[in-house]
């Protein structure tokens, strides 16, 4: 079976009240992929949580601030996936 590393690191940045997020990966990964890692993540640290009453609890928060976010018309209006332009 072969095996493929790939490597997702999210950097944060908090200025003026807002969270700016910077995504770093495997140059050429497949956006899908990409998504799978990161949820896959997200999902380690809500199993994370003591009991599973707390990850149920954290895993409600994470979808409530998901929502709140994705419907937001001005969340996410400057993102740009790819590589920057110089």
């Known amino acids: 079976m072969e095996t493929t590393k790939l ?13 700016y997020f910077k995504i770093d990966a495997t140059e050429g990964i497949v956006l899908s992929d990409l998504q799978k890692i990161l949820v896959g993540g997200l999902n380690l640290s809500i199993r994370g949580e003591r009991t599973p009453e707390l990850q149920g609890k954290r895993l409600r928060e994470i ?12 969340s996410f209006n400057d993102v740009h996936i790819g590589v920057p332009k110089t």
């Open 7 to 19: 490597y997702v690191g999210v950097h944060a940045e908090i200025k003026d009240g807002k969270v």
């Open 63 to 74: 979808i409530s601030i998901m929502e709140s976010e994705i419907i937001n018309v001005d």
